[in-house]
């Protein structure tokens, strides 16, 4: 799995936007309906939001117990976290990422086709509809880049370089594999 980069997240709003601008004229020309998620969607997206949140913030309370809650101060009381846990938090730390990305760009594609037609319509509910969805899109994209980040590990060697491939390793594999992940 790669780390999330604030470019790709950009890359993949542009391609977005591009192509929710092109579709709207395509759609807006047969006179069909917009292509905008409902109004309630944005309660689903802040719930994703919140869950990632927190998972991210239990994960960094368990890697830094300094920063944790009170309670979680002593290593003696602390439960141990799955790895797999923490991996699955990563994933879908960079899915809402992308997620709020692609959001964002589709919704800026539409809204710029709407800003165009502020004299025509009477309504100007899809404007601001579009504009929410690029809202919360942007804020989706920043908690997962947030949490993503706050799921690295620390690097195994305190001298190491921490822009290396594998965040501060020099191997990529755990040293008690064995060999069965290596592609060699």
Request: glycine fraction near 10%.
């Amino acid at each position: 799995m790669r780390y999330l980069n604030v470019l790709s997240l950009v890359a993949a709003a542009a391609v977005a936007a591009a192509v929710g601008w092109s579709l709207n004229h395509v759609v807006s020309g047969q006179h069909q309906s917009l292509l905008i998620l409902p109004w309630l969607s944005l309660l689903a997206e802040l719930a994703a939001a919140l869950v990632v949140g927190y998972l991210g913030l239990r994960l960094r309370a368990y890697r830094d117990p300094e920063r944790g809650a009170g309670r979680r101060r002593d290593p003696a009381r602390r439960k141990p976290y799955d790895p797999v846990w923490a991996v699955g938090t990563a994933a879908a730390a960079q899915a809402i990422a992308y997620y709020g990305a692609l959001t964002a760009g589709w919704h800026a594609g539409i809204g710029v086709d709407q800003l165009t037609l502020l004299g025509v319509r009477s309504t100007q509910e899809p404007l601001w509809l579009c504009i929410a969805q690029g809202a919360a899109g942007i804020v989706l994209a920043v908690v997962g880049w947030i949490v993503e980040k706050s799921c690295r590990l620390p690097p195994d060697d305190p001298d190491a370089e921490e822009e290396t491939p594998y965040g501060g390793r020099r191997d990529p594999y755990a040293p008690g594999e064995g060999g069965y992940a290596r592609h060699r």
